[in-house]
Each structure stands twice: as structure tokens, then as C-alpha cells.
């Protein structure tokens, strides 16, 4: 049974999203602090389901449609000439995306160990 640690990080950026508007000073843009605070609870639940084994398999594909999210939601949202929360967005969907990619390299590593 692999360790999910990519999926404890996972709750860890959930974490900071749902605090980033108030630490990073933007939260009175409500399009980004809602789409930070929201994605972060998500985030935060979904992730937590997954390392319970509540949900143990596809969790990766809604990790990585989350993390494309936050980066395309500066532009659809509108808030690119914001630069905090705009770089924070991306920055975190960027790094989700990475270990959703890494989670998924390891479950098809350990498959073909079996």
C-alpha cells in the first residue's frame, strides 16, 4: 500500500489557498478570494477522502482538472493585473498538477512491481 504523501501535500496547499486572500492581502477581491477559498476547501476535503481510501482510484484526474483550473482562473475570473493572487493561483494549480503527474508515475510504477 503506497504512502500518499503527494496527496498530504495536496491538503497542505489546500490549506494555504484557503488562508492566501487574508495573508497575501487580497481578499477583498471577492472573484479570487472566493475561487481560493473554495478551491481550497475542496481541496482540502477531497484529498483527505483520499488518503482514508475512501476514493482510491481517479483522484489524480481531479487534482490535475483542479490544478488547470487555478492556473486558467486569473483569466477567466479576470484577475491578472492583480499579481498576488493571480501568481498564487497559478503557482499552487501548477504545483498540484506536479503531484498529481508524480502520484500517477508512482501507482503505475507500483502496478507493474505486482
Known amino acids: 500500500m503506497p504512502v ?3 496527496n498530504w501535500m495536496t491538503v497542505l ?6 488562508v492566501s486572500p487574508a ?3 487580497y481578499s477583498l477581491n471577492h472573484s479570487a478570494s472566493g475561487n481560493a477559498c473554495g478551491l ?6 477531497f484529498n483527505l477522502i483520499a488518503v482514508a481510501r475512501i476514493l482510491d482510484e481517479g483522484q489524480e484526474i481531479v487534482n490535475i482538472l483542479i490544478g488547470l483550473w487555478l492556473i486558467l482562473s ?4 479576470d484577475f491578472t493585473i492583480q499579481k498576488k493572487p493571480a501568481f498564487n493561483a497559478i503557482m499552487v494549480g501548477t504545483v498540484i498538477i506536479a503531484l498529481a503527474a508524480w502520484q500517477t508515475y508512482d501507482a ?3 502496478r507493474k512491481k505486482d
Open 74 to 77: 486569473p483569466f477567466a475570473l
Open 4 to 6: 500518499r504523501w503527494q
Open 23 to 25: 495573508q497575501m492581502g
Open 108 to 110: 503505475i510504477k507500483t
Open 13 to 18: 496547499l489546500g490549506f494555504w489557498l484557503a
Open 40 to 45: 481550497g476547501a475542496v481541496l482540502i476535503i
